[in-house]
C-alpha cells in the first residue's frame, strides 16, 4: 500500500502545481497592462454647438457612425437595460455562461429553434475578432476569444466597449452614435423610454430599425423588456404611459449638417484625438446670419453679388458666436466649400482705425485735429481719394468716418515706432512681406490678411487696446497677448468710428455701432467691421476667384449686410451694457478751436469739446484767427489805432489750403497787407516757417538710369503771397510761390539735403535717399 500511495501524492502535486501555475499565470495577465480595447476600434466625432445642439456626427475610418463614449457618460439606465435585456449574470461568470450555453445548444439543436446564449464578452468578441459564430468550431473560438479578453480586462471597460460595438442597424453603431442618429441627443441624457428602445435593438437591428414607418418587431421586444423591468424596477412605474406612445426613430440621412465651415476648421485642428468636439458656436446666432446673408445674395444677385463671408465674436470671452465661409456651402459654382474668412485677401480701408489710434498714442493727433485733405505726394507714392476728391481741411474724426485717404496715409507717414506695419507684426498677422514691399499703400490695404486677424484687431479696440486670441472651442484658455494700444486710445478710437452713419438711415445708429467699411483695389473685396453690444462683426461680399465687380464697394455692398446682422443679432440677445462705451478714467474732455483743433485763443469764434489723452494729445495754441488793425478809409492794415481804424478778425490759412479753397469754388478772404508796416506785419501774421510738404522726411527714390525723372519739391506757409527759395545739398534750385511746386532732377544717387527759405529767413529741411537703377 506505501507503494501505491506515492503515484497518487506525486498526481496530487503536479494537479497543484498546474493549479498555482494557472493561477500566477492569471494574476500575470491581469497585473500586465493590456491595450485598451478602444485603441484599435475608429470612432467619429461629434461637434455640438455651444447649447448642446448636435453640429455633425462624422463617420469612422470604416464609413461607421460609431461614438466612442465612456461608460460613465452613458445613462445608467440604459446601461442596467442592457444587461438586463442580453447578460444579467454579467458582472458575475468569467465571460462564458455554460447554463445560458447549454440552454441555447437544447433550443437549437434539441427543438429547431435559435436562442441566443452568448454573453456581452462573447459577443463583444465575435465583433472585435470577426467570428464566424453559426458553426460549433467558430463558436468554440468565440468562447475562447471571451476567456482571453475577461483575463486581459476589466468588466467595466468590457461593458463600455460592447456598449460602444454593439450593432445598431445599417451602419449604426454603439449607443454613442445610435443616441444621436435616433433621438439627437447624447447617451447621458436618454430616458428610460429611449435606453430600452435602443436595448432590444442589437439582437435582431434588421427587423427592429425600419426608416419608413414603425418597427411593430421593435414595439414588442420593448414591451417584452419593459415587463421585465418593472419586475425588477417597481420604482418606475410611471413611465407606463411613456411606454404606450409610439416610437419614431430618425434616420442617419437627417443628421445636422450645420456650420460646416466652422466644423470642418475644427476637425482639421482636432486630428481625431477625441471623439467629442464642443464648440463655441451659438446656433441661434449661427442660424441668423446664415439667413441674414442668403436672404441678402439672393436680393442683390442681379448687380453680381453672390458670395459673402461673415464672423460673429464675443469680445468678453473672445469666443466666435457665428462663422459662415460662404454664402452656401453646396454651391459649387461659388466654391462654396472654401471657408473665406480664412483666406487672406486685402481688407482695404478697414486698416485706417488703427492708423489714428497709433496717431492717437504717439501724440500726432486727437478727435478735433485738423488734417489735410489736399493732394499730396509721399515720395513715389501719390494717392487719391475714392471718390477723386479733396476736402481740404477735416478734423481726425471726420476724415476717419469719411475714410478719405490723404490724411490716413498722412498720418501714417508721421507715426514712430511702431508704425503700422509694425503693429499689424505684434498683433499677429502673418506670412507679411518685408516693409519696403507695402510702404504707405499698406494704409490702404496694400496688404493681404485673413478675417479671423481682422476680427482680433477689432476685438482688441473693445478690450481697451489689449489683443486676446479667438476662441472656437469650450473650455479653451484665452491667450492674453500683448497690449497694442492705450486704453484710453482704443476707446477714442470706437468713440470716433460710432459717428458714422448708418446706410439705410443716414445718421448714426441709435444703439452705438463702431464700425468701419474697406473696398480693395479693383473692386475686388466689400468690406464691413464694427463693434456694437458686446460683439464684433465683420462681413465681407466679392468672389473667391479675385474676380471684380464694380458693385463691390464697401459702404454700398458690405454694409447694408452688416447692418441687417446687427439688428437681427440685437433682436435676439438680450440688452447689454457696451463695456467699450465707458471712458478710461485718465481720459480728459478739452475744449479746442473747431477750425483749427487746436486750443483756442482769444478770437476763435466757434469752439468745440473733444477727447485729450493728458501727456500725449498734441497741445498748442490755435493762430489760425488773428486780429488785424484796418483802416476804414482804405481797407488796409495799418500800424497805428485812429478814429478811422477798427479791429477784424482774419483767418490765415496756409497757401495749400488757400489754393484748395480756390478750386474748389469755396475762395477765403485773404487778410489786408499795409507796406508801409510791412515788417510788423510779418511778425505779427506770418512767423509761421515753411513746412515741406513733398518729399517726405526720410524718403527714398528709386529711379532708372533710362527714365531718370523728377522729384516735385512743394512747401505750405501761412502766408500764400511769400516767395519760396528752394536749395538742394547748398546749391540754389530756383525760387517759386508758396503754392507752386518746383522739379527737381537728381544728377546721381547718394543723399541729399532739400531745403527750403522763404523770404524772413525762416526754413525748413529733409532728408532725401535716391536710387539709381538700371
Not at 445610435?178 to 447621458?188: D, E, I, Q, T
Not at 485733405?373 to 507714392?381: E, K, L, N, Q, R
Not at 440677445?573 to 485718465?586: F, I, Y
Not at 509761421?688 to 531718370?708: C, K
Request: proline share 6%; glycine share 8%; hydrophobic share 45%.
Amino acid at each position: 500500500m506505501m507503494r501505491l500511495s506515492r503515484p497518487r501524492r506525486w498526481s496530487t502535486r503536479i494537479v497543484l502545481a498546474l493549479l498555482a501555475a494557472s493561477a500566477l499565470g492569471v494574476l500575470v495577465l491581469r497585473l500586465v497592462p493590456a491595450p485598451p480595447l478602444r485603441t484599435a476600434i475608429s470612432s467619429s466625432i461629434a461637434v455640438y454647438a455651444d447649447g448642446g445642439e448636435l453640429l455633425r456626427l462624422t463617420v469612422a475610418t470604416d464609413a461607421q457612425y460609431r461614438l466612442w463614449v465612456p461608460l460613465a457618460a452613458i445613462a445608467p439606465r440604459t446601461r442596467d437595460a442592457v444587461l438586463l435585456y442580453e447578460d444579467r449574470w454579467f458582472f458575475w461568470h468569467p465571460g462564458v455562461n455554460p447554463v445560458a450555453l447549454v440552454r441555447s445548444a437544447m433550443a437549437t439543436y434539441g427543438h429547431g429553434r435559435r436562442q441566443g446564449g452568448s454573453t456581452i464578452t462573447m459577443q463583444l468578441a465575435r465583433r472585435l475578432y470577426r467570428l464566424d459564430t453559426r458553426t460549433v468550431p467558430g463558436k468554440l473560438r468565440q468562447v475562447a476569444a471571451a476567456l482571453w479578453i475577461e483575463l486581459r480586462h476589466g468588466k467595466r471597460e468590457i461593458l463600455e466597449a460592447h456598449l460602444n460595438l454593439a450593432p445598431f442597424g445599417g451602419n449604426v453603431e454603439g449607443v454613442g452614435a445610435a443616441s444621436l442618429v435616433y433621438f439627437r441627443k447624447r447617451a447621458a441624457d436618454l430616458t428610460l423610454t429611449e435606453g430600452l428602445t435602443l436595448a432590444v435593438i442589437p439582437q435582431n437591428p434588421r427587423r427592429r430599425v425600419i426608416a419608413e414607418h414603425e418597427s411593430e418587431a421593435l414595439l414588442a421586444a420593448r414591451e417584452r423588456l419593459w415587463r421585465l423591468w418593472r419586475a425588477w424596477h417597481s420604482d418606475d412605474d410611471s413611465f407606463a404611459s411613456d411606454m404606450s406612445l409610439p416610437i419614431h426613430l430618425a434616420t442617419p440621412g437627417e443628421l445636422p449638417f450645420r456650420a460646416p465651415h466652422a466644423v470642418e476648421a475644427l476637425l482639421r485642428r482636432s486630428r481625431g484625438t477625441e471623439p467629442e468636439i464642443w464648440s463655441t458656436i451659438d446656433l441661434r446666432l449661427q442660424t441668423t446670419v446664415e439667413r441674414m446673408v442668403h436672404q441678402y445674395v439672393d436680393a442683390e444677385r442681379g448687380i453680381g453679388i453672390t458670395n459673402a463671408t461673415a464672423i460673429l465674436v464675443d469680445t468678453t470671452d473672445m469666443t466666435v458666436k457665428a462663422l459662415l465661409g460662404s454664402a452656401d456651402y453646396f454651391d459649387a459654382s461659388i466654391d462654396g466649400q472654401v471657408n473665406g474668412v480664412a483666406a487672406k485677401r486685402s481688407p482695404g480701408s478697414t486698416l485706417k482705425p488703427f492708423v489714428y489710434a497709433l496717431g492717437l498714442d504717439q501724440g500726432v493727433l486727437h478727435p478735433m485735429t485738423v488734417l489735410r485733405d489736399v493732394p499730396t505726394a509721399f515720395g513715389p507714392f501719390t494717392p487719391e481719394n475714392f471718390d477723386g476728391r479733396f476736402v481740404g481741411p477735416i478734423t481726425a474724426q471726420e476724415a476717419l468716418v469719411r475714410s478719405r485717404n490723404i490724411p490716413a496715409v498722412a498720418v501714417a507717414a508721421r507715426l514712430a515706432q511702431p508704425g503700422l506695419y509694425d503693429f499689424l507684426k505684434s498683433a499677429g498677422v502673418a506670412n507679411m512681406l518685408p516693409e519696403t514691399h507695402y510702404g504707405l499703400a499698406l494704409v490702404l490695404g496694400g496688404g493681404d490678411m485673413t478675417m479671423e486677424e481682422l476680427a482680433r484687431l477689432y476685438a482688441m479696440l473693445a478690450n481697451g487696446g489689449v489683443l486676446r486670441s479667438l476662441r472656437t472651442t469650450r473650455g479653451a484658455d484665452v491667450v492674453r497677448g500683448p497690449r497694442l494700444l492705450s486704453a484710453e486710445a482704443a476707446f477714442i478710437t470706437l468713440d470716433m468710428l460710432r459717428h458714422a452713419p448708418r446706410p439705410d438711415t443716414g445718421a448714426p445708429s441709435e444703439r452705438a455701432v463702431a464700425w468701419k467699411t474697406g473696398t480693395s483695389w479693383g473692386f475686388r473685396d466689400a468690406w464691413a467691421a464694427g463693434v456694437f453690444g458686446r460683439y464684433v462683426l465683420l462681413v465681407w461680399v466679392g468672389n473667391f476667384d479675385g474676380s471684380s465687380n464694380p458693385a463691390f464697394i464697401g459702404v454700398t455692398a458690405a454694409a447694408p449686410l452688416f447692418f441687417r446682422i446687427v439688428d437681427s443679432v440685437r433682436g435676439q440677445t438680450p440688452a447689454t451694457s457696451d463695456a467699450w462705451r465707458v471712458p478710461p478714467a485718465t481720459l480728459s474732455r478739452v475744449e479746442v478751436c473747431a477750425a483749427s483743433g487746436d486750443l483756442p485763443n482769444e478770437h476763435c469764434p466757434e469752439r468745440a469739446d473733444t477727447w485729450f489723452i493728458p501727456g500725449k494729445s498734441p497741445i498748442r495754441v490755435s493762430t489760425l484767427h488773428r486780429s488785424v488793425l484796418v483802416d476804414t478809409r482804405t481797407g488796409r492794415a495799418t500800424c497805428g489805432e485812429t478814429s478811422t481804424t477798427r479791429q477784424e478778425i482774419h483767418e490765415f490759412w496756409s497757401s495749400d489750403m488757400l489754393r484748395l479753397f480756390r478750386e474748389a469754388g469755396m475762395p477765403r478772404r485773404a487778410p489786408p497787407s499795409q507796406p508801409a508796416c510791412a515788417a510788423r506785419f510779418v511778425d505779427a501774421t506770418d512767423g509761421e516757417a515753411p513746412q515741406i510738404t513733398s518729399p517726405l522726411r526720410g524718403a527714398v527714390y528709386t529711379m532708372r538710369l533710362s527714365h531718370p525723372g523728377t522729384v516735385e519739391l512743394r512747401a505750405t506757409h501761412a502766408a500764400r503771397r511769400r516767395t519760396l527759395y528752394w536749395f538742394v545739398n547748398q546749391g540754389f534750385l530756383g525760387g517759386a510761390q508758396a503754392d507752386e511746386s518746383v522739379r527737381w532732377t537728381p544728377a546721381s544717387p547718394g543723399r541729399y539735403t532739400v531745403r527750403v527759405v522763404d523770404d524772413a529767413g525762416q526754413s525748413d529741411a529733409r532728408e532725401v535717399t535716391v536710387d539709381l537703377v538700371p
